[in-house]
């Protein structure tokens, strides 16, 4: 007797294990928590925010270069592709030496761009047209063209302050006073003669670093947020803030050697790669975050006042751990709406991408944003190479797929939707970057024209791409199979409730294929499957293992409707039998509609 009940309790412990461990198992495979809302703003979709970089967009009077009117000219196609926000990189006075983001007046547009006239004129259109402006905001550094910084360097208050300065090194005459070094390459110091101090730069050294700790600077920012908020700006990409601090302590204070770190080549000094060091003084500092607090309540009081919601995005190119703080510590202390998710442009190359990558990449992101976060996806930008470039032309479709459907807000930087690859090298003589970023920089390609339809008279600031007579805004538009039409039909699919308020489910995935499923109760759940592997790839997507625990998703039904892929007429569906494995060509994309509605 004893055995039998020794029998009966091993077996209802056994047992009670095997459940809790196979609903713990799924749980984990499926519970991603995501941030609830009830009520979507603007910028939380079902529109991607589109990035424009104005000098290559469209060209208005003959000058080679895009600007304002060519912006406004072209808000018909931003209309049809289903964009309702908008992100202008930087449109500000400046020497261009990096091409806007070296600002010498914030309140003026740079006359190769139009004029502030130009710029309420585009803004009007835009209201009219039930569309939200993006505005780029250098918040680190001016340029050295700017008038405080003349003032500074020559001690007129309350100027004097405005920037980091510093003495050299102690015991020396020239030396910088650390070994501090700049994002693009060298010494982040520069000795101004007429000072006798050295200026921090953590860009180029005509960029002179802003110092955020002056009451007066930052009563200056704030006055620049008011400006451009009253001439109907609806939030505002905060460039470069990780860098807005630094340790104040100088000489010295030398930022450690990155262990495992080799150059390639043999560098010493104030040559040595930016990457070669921790920058444990120069980045991410304490004072960072009450900062940012500060331009939120600002913001929001704002918005308030006028009833239209602004908000603030934060560039932070870090780990997640750390890019994940500039969301603030809770729904009390919020900070940046969104900081910018990198993960998809820093962990993915064509040398190391898979399923399994893709999907650790993702959910690296995912369980780190808060539940007073929002979630948003990056795959290009003006200082990374295009999609097309970095992969391949045939994984465009998948990749705006993934990035499209995934929750949260999409970040589609300008020629994406085309699938547009690097522009050519520039010769030394048309060179307008000198990190070498003109290849993502090129203009749009309107038609199969001698100028693209880019410009009229004379030749575009850069080079156009070398397929643009067959590669361009015409042909797709009369194509049912182009990379447009299939982006086009994502952002129409976001409008459903399903991708606007559902959960992700994100299964296992294989070396070949990433897949997630969107479902919401009451709707029809979707499936979104990518082959990113260069070989035919299937997969069962109800399968289970040996053990008999899932590694697939219960809720995929044994039929659905394959609604997009890549490279496909949009106008087709088709049928798919789920319980048979399906096949993915190389580099293709599928939007699959389940059967039945989630109960």
């Given at each position: 007797m004893i055995h039998v009940l020794e029998s009966v309790f091993s077996t209802i412990f056994w047992s009670f294990w095997i459940v809790s461990f196979t609903s713990v198992f799924i749980l984990l495979m499926l519970g991603l928590k995501l941030p609830t809302v009830s009520r979507l703003e603007w910028w939380q979709g079902p529109s991607p925010i589109y990035q424009i970089y104005p000098k290559s967009f469209q060209d208005?009077?003959?000058?080679?270069?895009?600007?304002?009117?060519?912006?406004?000219?072209?808000?018909g196609y931003l209309q049809r592709l289903g964009i309702k926000t908008v992100w202008l990189s930087p449109i500000y006075q400046s020497p261009m030496k990096?091409?806007?983001?070296?600002?010498?007046?914030?309140?003026?547009?740079?006359?190769?761009?139009?004029?502030?006239?130009?710029?309420?004129?585009?803004?009007?259109?835009?209201?009219?047209?039930?569309?939200?402006?993006?505005?780029d905001f250098v918040?680190?550094?001016?340029?050295?063209?700017h008038e405080w910084f003349q003032k500074s360097v020559k001690r007129i208050p309350p100027y004097s302050d405005y920037y980091v300065w510093s003495d050299p090194m102690r015991g020396t005459k020239d030396q910088p006073p650390n070994n501090w070094l700049s994002v693009f390459g060298g010494s982040a110091w520069t000795f101004n003669k007429?000072?006798?101090?050295?200026?921090?730069?953590?860009?180029?050294?005509?960029?002179?670093?802003?110092?955020?700790?002056?009451?007066?600077?930052?009563?200056?920012?704030?006055?620049?947020?008011?400006?451009?908020?009253?001439?109907?700006?609806?939030?505002?990409?905060?460039?470069?803030?990780k860098h807005g601090f630094e340790d104040m302590n100088f000489d010295g204070k030398n930022e450690p050697s990155r262990p495992g770190f080799r150059e390639s080549r043999t560098v010493a000094g104030a040559d040595r790669n930016y990457d070669s060091l921790l920058h444990i003084h120069t980045t991410?500092?304490?004072?960072?975050?009450?900062?940012?607090?500060?331009?939120?309540?600002?913001?929001?009081?704002?918005?308030?006042?006028?009833?239209?919601?602004?908000?603030?995005?934060?560039?932070?190119?870090?780990?997640?751990?750390?890019?994940?703080?500039?969301?603030?510590?809770?729904?009390?202390?919020?900070?940046?709406h969104f900081p910018f998710n990198f993960n998809l442009l820093t962990d993915i190359n064509n040398d190391n991408i898979s399923g399994f990558l893709m999907r650790d990449s993702v959910l690296k992101w995912i369980s780190r944003v808060p539940p007073h976060g929002w979630n948003n996806w990056v795959v290009g930008n003006?200082?990374?190479?295009?999609?097309?470039?970095?992969?391949?032309?045939?994984?465009?479709?998948?990749?705006n797929m993934i990035v499209i459907l995934l929750p949260g807000t999409p970040v589609t930087y300008y020629g994406e939707e085309l699938g547009l690859a690097d522009g050519p090298e520039a010769d030394d003589a048309q060179a307008r970057d000198p990190m070498g970023r003109d290849v993502a920089r090129g203009p749009m390609p309107w038609d199969d024209t001698k100028n693209a339809g880019f410009c009229s008279n004379k030749a575009p600031w850069l080079p156009l791409g070398t397929d643009h007579r067959t590669s361009n805004v015409k042909a797709q538009l009369a194509s049912q199979s182009s990379h447009f039409s299939v982006y086009s039909a994502l952002v129409k699919l976001r409008a459903q409730s399903v991708f606007k308020f559902g959960g992700i489910l994100l299964p296992d995935a294989t070396k070949q294929i990433f897949w997630f499923l969107r479902h919401l109760k009451g709707h029809?759940?979707?499936?979104?499957?990518?082959?990113?592997?260069?070989?035919?790839?299937?997969?069962?997507?109800?399968?289970?293992?040996?053990?008999?625990?899932?590694?697939?998703?219960?809720?995929?039904t044994e039929a659905g409707t394959i609604v997009l892929r890549s490279s496909a007429d949009v106008r087709r569906r088709s049928s798919v039998d789920l319980r048979k494995p399906v096949t993915l060509q190389p580099h293709e994309g599928v939007v699959i509609r389940l059967a039945l509605k989630l109960s």
């Amino acid at each position: 007797m004893i055995h039998v009940l020794e029998s009966v309790f091993s077996t209802i412990f056994w047992s009670f294990w095997i459940v809790s461990f196979t609903s713990v198992f799924i749980l984990l495979m499926l519970g991603l928590k995501l941030p609830t809302v009830s009520r979507l703003e603007w910028w939380q979709g079902p529109s991607p925010i589109y990035q424009i970089y104005p000098k290559s967009f469209q060209d208005s009077n003959g000058d080679g270069i895009g600007d304002l009117k060519g912006i406004q000219k072209r808000l018909g196609y931003l209309q049809r592709l289903g964009i309702k926000t908008v992100w202008l990189s930087p449109i500000y006075q400046s020497p261009m030496k990096d091409n806007g983001y070296d600002i010498s007046n914030f309140k003026q547009v740079d006359p190769v761009f139009g004029t502030l006239e130009d710029f309420k004129s585009l803004v009007g259109d835009m209201k009219s047209k039930d569309m939200k402006l993006l505005m780029d905001f250098v918040v680190n550094h001016t340029s050295d063209q700017h008038e405080w910084f003349q003032k500074s360097v020559k001690r007129i208050p309350p100027y004097s302050d405005y920037y980091v300065w510093s003495d050299p090194m102690r015991g020396t005459k020239d030396q910088p006073p650390n070994n501090w070094l700049s994002v693009f390459g060298g010494s982040a110091w520069t000795f101004n003669k007429q000072r006798k101090q050295f200026y921090l730069h953590q860009f180029f050294p005509e960029q002179p670093d802003l110092n955020l700790r002056s009451t007066a600077v930052r009563n200056e920012i704030l006055d620049i947020f008011r400006f451009w908020m009253d001439e109907g700006v609806h939030g505002f990409r905060l460039d470069a803030i990780k860098h807005g601090f630094e340790d104040m302590n100088f000489d010295g204070k030398n930022e450690p050697s990155r262990p495992g770190f080799r150059e390639s080549r043999t560098v010493a000094g104030a040559d040595r790669n930016y990457d070669s060091l921790l920058h444990i003084h120069t980045t991410n500092q304490p004072e960072t975050f009450p900062l940012l607090r500060e331009w939120r309540k600002f913001l929001d009081v704002h918005s308030q006042k006028d009833g239209v919601p602004r908000v603030m995005v934060s560039e932070v190119y870090d780990d997640p751990n750390v890019v994940a703080k500039y969301f603030g510590i809770d729904s009390f202390d919020q900070l940046s709406h969104f900081p910018f998710n990198f993960n998809l442009l820093t962990d993915i190359n064509n040398d190391n991408i898979s399923g399994f990558l893709m999907r650790d990449s993702v959910l690296k992101w995912i369980s780190r944003v808060p539940p007073h976060g929002w979630n948003n996806w990056v795959v290009g930008n003006h200082d990374n190479g295009r999609i097309r470039s970095r992969f391949d032309e045939k994984i465009v479709d998948a990749m705006n797929m993934i990035v499209i459907l995934l929750p949260g807000t999409p970040v589609t930087y300008y020629g994406e939707e085309l699938g547009l690859a690097d522009g050519p090298e520039a010769d030394d003589a048309q060179a307008r970057d000198p990190m070498g970023r003109d290849v993502a920089r090129g203009p749009m390609p309107w038609d199969d024209t001698k100028n693209a339809g880019f410009c009229s008279n004379k030749a575009p600031w850069l080079p156009l791409g070398t397929d643009h007579r067959t590669s361009n805004v015409k042909a797709q538009l009369a194509s049912q199979s182009s990379h447009f039409s299939v982006y086009s039909a994502l952002v129409k699919l976001r409008a459903q409730s399903v991708f606007k308020f559902g959960g992700i489910l994100l299964p296992d995935a294989t070396k070949q294929i990433f897949w997630f499923l969107r479902h919401l109760k009451g709707h029809r759940s979707y499936l979104i499957a990518a082959n990113v592997s260069q070989q035919t790839a299937e997969i069962n997507f109800r399968d289970s293992n040996e053990k008999g625990f899932f590694r697939r998703p219960p809720i995929v039904t044994e039929a659905g409707t394959i609604v997009l892929r890549s490279s496909a007429d949009v106008r087709r569906r088709s049928s798919v039998d789920l319980r048979k494995p399906v096949t993915l060509q190389p580099h293709e994309g599928v939007v699959i509609r389940l059967a039945l509605k989630l109960s």
